[in-house]
């Protein structure tokens, strides 16, 4: 089995770390609990190995296979049943205390799901200033500062006063993205982050998170049910009914072209309706 050395960018310390997890839930009304994740190990004693500073990790997968349930524990607004977790030298196990996970998750790690999470009656740039204004850490000048400039950087500089109502999906997106960045996380957590864009947009925001990831160094653990953005990844881990099944190491994260892409899909939809 390849391991990191494969992959050309360089890679930092390991950040997340999986011990023997296993995850069920509870049916509400009954006794019987579902089993959403069983033994995942991601060690550097497992084929599996720990997601390092800096690395863009895709997981994949059938649907109800576990993904979204591991990324909710890894980003510590659920816990596992068994085992631990290990993000960023903290060990997390079931019984974690609340007060020190959210301060965690303010401090350190971003969350972007599928639906964008705007809060309506605030505009963008109130959107991104308030983890900053929650977080304390900034004065009112400072922070407006840093707003204004990652609303810049994910090309929203002239939709500061727009309320999300106001903006397109796209738009939507990166206004996300640009809060999820606020408080400078050391991990960006991505629940189908493309998942209700259209072809343009999803390239959009795909190269936007590559930019953060090669330029910053945020590590990003994105959920996808889209093959076409694979490229992106260092990696990509299969979860399959509650376990990894393979691993694959992108040797260089490779964005995509629109103009290439749309010729690609416009071929393989032509060949759909011939076959
Ligand atoms: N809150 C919950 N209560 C009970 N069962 C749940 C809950 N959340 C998830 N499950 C179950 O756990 C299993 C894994 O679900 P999960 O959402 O993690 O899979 P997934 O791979 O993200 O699926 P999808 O690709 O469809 O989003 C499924 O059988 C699902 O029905």
Redesign the pocket.
């Known amino acids: 089995m390849a391991g990191h050395e494969g992959i050309v960018k360089p890679l930092g310390e390991p950040v997340i770390q999986i011990r023997h997890l296993g995850?069920?839930?509870?049916?509400?009304g009954s006794n019987e609990r579902?089993?959403?994740?069983k033994d995942i190990h991601l060690a550097s004693d497992s084929e599996f190995l720990p997601i390092r500073k800096g690395e863009f990790v895709i997981?994949r997968?059938?649907?109800?296979?576990?993904?979204?349930?591991?990324?909710?524990i890894l980003g510590t607004i659920?816990t596992c049943s068994e085992g631990h977790i290990e993000i960023l030298d903290e060990v997390i196990k079931h019984n974690a205390n609340d007060v020190f996970l959210s301060d965690l998750r303010l401090r350190r790690i971003g969350f972007v799901f599928q639906t964008f999470n705007l809060l309506a009656t605030m505009s963008a740039f109130e959107n991104v200033e308030l983890p900053m204004a929650i977080a304390g850490k900034l004065s009112v000048g400072e922070r407006r500062e840093r707003a204004m400039q990652l609303l810049e950087t994910v090309g929203l500089a002239d939709r500061l006063t727009h309320l999300p109502s106001e903006l397109s999906g796209g738009e939507q997106q990166r206004a996300t993205i640009a809060r999820a960045l606020a408080n400078n996380p050391d991990i960006l957590l991505l629940?189908?982050p493309t998942g209700d864009l259209d072809t343009v947009n999803t390239i959009d925001i795909m190269n936007l998170l590559l930019k953060i990831n090669q330029e910053n160094q945020t590590t990003c653990v994105m959920?996808t049910?889209n093959p076409d953005v694979e490229c992106y990844a260092d990696r990509l881990l299969y979860?399959q009914d509650?376990r990894f099944v393979r691993q694959v190491f992108n040797r260089i994260q490779t964005p995509l072209f629109l103009e290439d892409y749309q010729e690609y899909l416009k071929k393989r939809d032509a060949e759909k309706l011939v076959s």
């Open positions: 995850k069920s839930y509870v049916i509400p579902i089993t959403a994740l997981l997968g059938p649907s109800g296979g576990g993904k979204t349930s591991l990324l909710n659920d629940d189908e959920v049910h979860l509650g």
